[in-house]
T-cell receptor
Framework: DQQVKQNSPSLSVQEGRISILNCDYTNSMFDYFLWYKKYPAEGPTFLISISSIKDKNEDGRFTVFLNKSAKHLSLHIVPSQPGDSAVYFCAVSGSARQLTFGSGTQLTVLP | EAGVAQSPRYKIIEKRQSVAFWCNPISGHATLYWYQQILGQGPKLLIQFQNNGVVDDSQLPKDRFSAERLKGVDSTLKIQPAKLEDSAVYLC???????????FGPGTRLTVT
């Protein structure tokens, strides 16, 4: 029973274009949502987060959108750069502040 | 500020042997987590500590896995005896009081042969 799903295992985009990564969750009790980036042989690195009381949070080239009615989370990267190539994980959290992760999306930004 | 430290980075053992992993969290972080990440999956929580007490170990296979966090700082995770299916990356993370964001160490890649 997957509580968090990232249905696209991989995504390729051209440098300078927009990357959109998607995530769906099942439990409406989750109240905090995060994105992590992971390079090979490194641990996940926190990227950006959003509380359930908001529908958008922006940090430089990264924007996270939350659609609570659809239980859908997305990460937009504009413009995409080759250094953004990594695996991106979405994670959700409830009252215990524990994280449940999706299976990840491998983003490749082509020069 | 120093990040989360883990050692060793890599470990290869035979099945039925024992292994231990060490983690030092970010200074001042009260909450410490151990995750298991199997290839192609996201990290899965094994155990959560708040200072030196266990908050949740419901996902820890207690017949073979154990963890402790003496003095509320460093933590060790042990597997005894190891099985082939324990091959994974073991990640340690920490978070500050009341924060949702967790900060991860580089992980230990365990291969059981």
């Amino acid at each position: 029973d997957q509580q968090v799903k990232q249905n696209s295992p991989s995504l390729s985009v051209q440098e300078g274009r927009i990357s959109i990564l998607n995530c769906d969750y099942t439990n409406s009790m989750f109240d905090y949502f995060l994105w992590y980036k992971k390079y090979p042989a490194e641990g996940p690195t926190f990227l950006i987060s959003i509380s359930s009381i908001k529908d958008k949070n922006e940090d430089g080239r990264f924007t996270v959108f939350l659609n609570k009615s659809a239980k859908h989370l997305s990460l937009h990267i504009v413009p995409s750069q080759p250094g953004d190539s990594a695996v991106y994980f979405c994670a959700v959290s409830g009252s215990a502040r524990q994280l449940t992760f999706g299976s990840g999306t491998q983003l490749t930004v082509l020069p | 500020e120093a990040g989360v430290a883990q050692s060793p980075r890599y470990k290869i053992i035979e099945k039925r042997q024992s292994v231990a992993f060490w983690c030092n969290p970010i200074s001042g972080h009260a909450t410490l987590y151990w995750y298991q990440q199997i290839l192609g999956q996201g990290p899965k929580l094994l155990i959560q500590f708040q200072n030196n007490g266990v908050v949740d170990d419901s996902q820890l296979p207690k017949d073979r896995f154990s963890a402790e966090r003496l003095k509320g700082v460093d933590s060790t995770l042990k597997i005894q005896p190891a099985k082939l299916e324990d091959s994974a990356v073991y990640l340690c993370a920490s978070s500050g009081q009341g924060n949702y964001e967790q900060y991860f160490g580089p992980g230990t890649r365990l291969t059981v042969t």
